[in-house]
């Protein structure tokens, strides 16, 4: 595997499921992000998370959960969703260097429907 | 709060034709980076592009160019010669250098929300 990976690609889920999101970057990078981009509104930023500690959390509701375990691999937890969370969730990883620009590579993204 | 807008949802162009996309952007930052990132039906976002704010010379990478008007905060792309392989969503972006991670340094992304570009045979 190569560049940033997201398991599933694609993710149907009732209100009252309890379900998780998984990203691993092959990139030897020391950041990790999740996005979320809905129909007709820009990507928006959710979680970041710079050596396993969490950096943003961008006023995200509770009812998702990140976990950082090590620089490699990010997940997002999910449980009593809303339709309105039906969104696709990239996530994206960099190496965070002080002073200089670092770029963002993204995965593919996992496609969820909540019903 | 710094916004990037995309006035044209979609646009479309033919095959070995030159388009342009527009991107505008709101800040009071002086120190930034813009973007332009596309997203083709496999929906992994890739960067094409990237404009340093003090940097008064338009960047270039190969058939993708940009027209960065810092006094208009305005940062169009060119793609020239298009190819179907073009196809996609752009997304146009913007990154404020802030102290941020412990180490410093930030890259926190404010995108548009995409004009769709087709490329016709």
């Known amino acids: 595997e190569t560049g940033v990976t997201q398991t599933p690609r694609h993710l149907v889920m009732g209100m009252t499921n309890k379900k998780s999101l998984k990203c691993e970057q092959h990139?030897?990078?020391?950041?990790m992000y999740w996005y979320k981009q809905s129909a007709k509104k820009p990507l928006e930023l959710m979680f970041v998370?710079?050596?396993?500690?969490?950096?943003e959390n961008n006023s995200v509701p509770s009812r998702f959960s990140p976990e950082c375990p090590n620089s490699s691999h990010l997940f997002l937890h999910l449980h009593t969703l809303q339709p309105e969370d039906s969104a696709l969730y990239l996530c994206?990883?960099?190496?965070?260097?002080?002073?200089?620009?670092?770029?963002?590579?993204f995965g593919p993204g996992t496609r969820l429907t909540v019903l | 709060a710094q916004t990037v807008t995309q006035s044209q949802p979609e646009m479309s162009v033919q095959e070995a034709e030159t388009v342009t996309l527009s991107c505008t952007y709101d800040?009071?930052?002086?120190?930034?980076?813009l973007f332009w990132y596309k997203q083709p039906p496999s929906r992994q976002m890739i960067l094409v592009i990237r404009q340093e704010a003090y940097k008064q010379q338009n960047a270039t990478e190969n058939r993708f160019s940009v027209n960065f008007q810092k006094a208009a905060k305005s940062f169009s792309l060119k793609i020239s010669d298009s190819q179907l392989g073009d196809t996609a969503m752009y997304f146009c972006?913007?990154?404020?250098?802030?102290?941020?991670?412990?180490?410093?340094?930030?890259?926190?992304?404010?995108f548009g929300k995409g004009t769709k570009l087709t490329v016709n045979p």
């Open positions: 994206a990883s960099s190496q965070a260097t002080s002073g200089i620009y670092n770029e963002q590579f």
């Open positions: 990139l030897g990078h020391n950041a």
């Open positions: 998370y710079s050596l396993e500690e969490r950096v």
């Open positions: 972006a913007f990154m404020k250098k802030e102290r941020f991670f412990n180490q410093g340094g930030s890259e926190k992304l404010v």
């Open positions: 800040t009071s930052e002086s120190n930034y980076y």
